[in-house]
């Protein structure tokens, strides 16, 4: 094939298709994250809503697991698959900011190279989680308000309505994109769309959307405002300033050069003045952000735009001077990702992994923060790697321990976390255990009215017994404890749990009507 014939399409396709390899490769090396599990246990119990997420992930998490024949591998699937489109839908925003006689190959590789080296757009592509899904939607409603831009077809502003609702559905974090959108609207001459009764429409169409999932909160109580509260005391408390920025500077590192480009490309630039919408809706996320203490990665969905910006610009930069930079930047990225790709993806076996990331962050201490979790401790092991391990031991021990009670019909299992929960009814279904109880997340919508008064064995899942157990049961025997150091559940225990006393079902019926109450459990 002729080298000149190359359009930047088939740098595309070809930059896509090395990305599906390499995802489905990785995909299937490492089990199940906890969040994942809670996600395919909400497939099991679709609704229009849950205790933590909108329904959508509901929805997925029934075809990865039905359709997909859930093993780690079918149901990643579907998060390699939105974000292989954003890394698509990246790629068109960077075409549509350059002029129609541009070739766009360069705009397109460095997109490319970004889909492959940064950890903002590999990590989300193996987890199924909502996380992938709203960088998606932030991504496509990015590209649909920029051909409304160009375009001014209020048409453009009907499939935004439409996106903003999808993505509502999927994640609540939209609503900081289209607040993030108003401060470039309002104080520039784009304050004229509120003139355009296309744009209501539009807001109606987003609203009728979601609104299935707002009745469903209604009905509920607002169970998301339960769920903030108790993000803000357990996690958000622990974000600092500094560990937000350096992680925006982390999300994607080997990009840092074209995202940074195009950040100052769509503030300062001439050229930029139609786009420059994009620049404040940036520093606006991070604001609204750092306001509430968010979590960092809540501002990945803002970054395709100013990669696709980036990209553009330097193309545009290149194009008859400093053609050096089209070899060197590409070497940069691709350099800067060999050294931290095994940090972004799990393909390692974890005591190699540990091992790396011991290496890495003491020639790079500025990296060290990839290794900080949500309480704010440094570990061996990123949170979300050391999250994907010893499920299914415990998932066993736990479905051994079932198939050993003589009489199942006046037994039932407890966990104390979602995680726990997910895994001993994904894992253990080859042994026959039940639905499992727990008061954690959306398990609570999921118990049973009261437990049987002939009720007489208890399989305990915990981090540790608790002082009140003992007062529970006639005889208490610990069966098993994880001994997993890399694992974020290193120290669950499993215990067989027999003869409760009436302070037991005391316990038990009365956290189980506050549960139906949506009250809090104690």
């Known amino acids: 094939m002729d080298v000149k014939k190359l359009t930047w399409l088939h740098l595309l396709v070809a930059f896509i298709a090395i990305k599906l390899l390499f995802h489905v490769y990785v995909n299937d090396l490492w089990s199940f994250h906890r969040d994942e599990l809670l996600y395919l246990a909400l497939g099991r119990h ?7 997420v909108p329904p959508a992930i509901g929805f997925w998490g029934w075809f990865g697991d039905t359709v997909l024949g859930g093993s780690a591998g079918g149901v990643r699937l579907i998060s390699t698959l939105f974000g292989t489109g954003t890394v698509v839908i990246t790629a068109l925003m960077a075409r549509e900011m350059l002029p129609p006689t541009a070739s766009g190959k360069f705009a397109v590789a460095l997109v490319g190279i970004a889909g492959l080296t940064t950890g903002a757009f590999l990590r989300p ?53 289209l607040f993030a959108l108003l401060p470039g609207l309002l ?15 539009a807001a109606g169409l987003a609203l009728l959307i979601f609104s299935p999932n707002i009745a469903w ?26 560990s937000f920025f350096s992680d925006q500077l982390r999300f994607h590192l080997a990009a840092a050069p074209v995202w940074l480009a195009g950040l100052y490309f769509l503030l300062f630039a001439k050229a930029a003045v139609n786009w420059r919408i994009f620049g404040w809706m940036y520093l606006t996320v991070l604001a609204v952000l750092l306001f509430f203490s968010a979590k960092s990665y809540y501002s ?29 930047l590409p070497m940069l990225m691709v350099g800067l990702g060999a050294l931290t790709i095994p940090a972004a993806m799990p393909f390692l076996k974890p005591e190699a992994e540990a091992r790396f990331m011991k290496k890495l962050t003491a020639k790079l201490p500025g990296m060290q923060g990839m290794l900080r979790w ?48 997910g895994a001993i009814v994904h894992f253990g279904e080859r042994y026959g255990v039940p639905e499992v109880l727990s008061f954690s997340d959306n398990y609570r919508y999921w118990l049973p009215d009261s437990l049987p008064a002939n009720f007489q064995t208890l399989i305990y899942v915990n981090d540790e017994l608790g002082d009140d157990m003992p007062g529970f049961f006639g005889t208490i025997e610990k069966v098993w ?20 006393t009436p302070a037991f079902f005391e316990r038990m019926n009365v956290a189980i009507e506050r549960a139906r109450n949506e009250e809090e459990i104690e």
């Open 300 to 328: 990945l969905g803002a970054y395709p735009v100013l990669v696709a910006a980036g990209a553009a610009w330097l193309e545009q930069l290149t194009h008859n001077r400093m053609q050096w930079l089209r070899v060197a």
């Open 481 to 500: 404890e994880l001994d997993m150091p890399l694992s974020r559940q290193h120290g669950n225990q499993v215990y067989l749990c027999h003869a409760p």
């Open 217 to 242: 909160q209604a009905a509920h109580e607002f169970p998301v405002f339960r769920h903030m509260g108790e993000l803000a005391a357990s996690q958000f408390a622990h974000v600092s300033v500094g």
């Open 374 to 421: 949500e309480d704010g401790n440094y570990y061996a092991l990123p949170q979300d790697f050391a999250d994907m391990l010893g499920w299914e031991e415990i998932a066993e021990m736990v479905g051994k321990t079932w198939q050993n009670i003589p009489n199942k019909s006046v037994a039932a299992i407890y966990a104390d976390h979602y995680g726990q929960a």
């Open 125 to 177: 592509c193996m987890l199924f989680m909502p996380v992938v899904f709203d960088v998606f939607y932030w991504a496509l409603l990015c590209l649909l308000f920029l051909k409304y831009l160009n375009t001014e077809k209020s048409s453009w502003l009907l499939w935004f309505g439409a996106a903003a609702g999808l993505g509502l559905l999927n994640k609540y974090t939209v609503l900081v994109l």
């Open 187 to 201: 104080f520039t001459k784009r304050r004229n769309i509120f003139t355009n009764k296309q744009l209501y429409v």
């Open 46 to 52: 679709l609704d229009w809503g849950f205790a933590s």
